[in-house]
């Protein structure tokens, strides 16, 4: 077993906590983006219509 650097774990830890807080961060900024992009992509299909029956092949 080795000796535990209490201090040292304690900085890791927080440089850790840190770390997870910045990458949740970053995942709710892409839920958030890829939420508007779907948006978007359903008012495109809307106005051309592909949704439809009788207008072809589907674009996306």
Do not use: F
């Amino acid at each position: 077993m080795s000796v535990l650097n209490i201090p040292d774990k304690q900085k890791q830890d927080d440089k850790d906590r840190k770390k997870l807080a910045r990458v949740r961060e970053i995942i709710n900024e892409y839920h958030h983006a890829l939420a508007g992009l779907y948006e978007a992509e359903r008012e495109i299909i809307n106005r051309l219509g592909v949704n439809k029956p009788g207008n072809g092949p589907e674009v996306a």
